[in-house]
């Protein structure tokens, strides 16, 4: 990610944390930061805004498809499930430290969700029956085996590189069994991926 962006308002402003972790960081309104920022970048919205669920799909969604994460200064499952299904890439703590929230972009920026483990443990429970019913054959019979190495690995939340290193293809290789593995699996992102998986009793983990 080339920049970081905060969308303030008079009542919200970034949280001092953030600011430390991103020096270089740019505070500022929603019609200052949606024309500027684009796909390099990545946008952080608290929950405190009002509308934060609008302007996370409006990001997520544009021309531009910004990266978005979101902060909140009282996680919950329901409000998780609400910012992932927006298209959000990341939800934290707003208070988190700022080692984290740097370790949040490294995550997005190699294509992984970040919500930690322990809020996706919870949230794979909450949500995973919200998935839509999935045919009797076991998911990984519909893979290659390649393509089965690559899910379960990106499901534990590997990035595209860590896969790449562990199996010995490249990233554009990786991306493309991913792309495979999503449209034969009828999942948008690797979070659905893990909840598809979780549903179906394949053993997944998160970072």
Known sequence: MSRQFFVSSPSVRAPQRWQQAFPDGIAAVEGEVRPIANSGDLVWVSTSLPGWERLVRLLATSERACPVAVLSYAPGDDEGIQALGAGAR?????????????????????GGLWVGAALMSRILGAAGRALPAVADEPLLQLLTDREAEVARA???????????AVLGVTERTVKAHLAAVFEKLG?????????RLSQQGVPVGAR
């Open 90 to 110: 990341a939800y934290c703590h707003a208070l988190a430290v700022p080692e984290l929230l740097r370790e949040v972009v490294q995550v997005v920026r190699h």
């Open 154 to 164: 990106a499901a534990t939340g590997q990035s595209n590189k860590e896969i790449a």
């Open 187 to 195: 999942v948008r992102d690797r979070l659905q991926l893990i909840l």
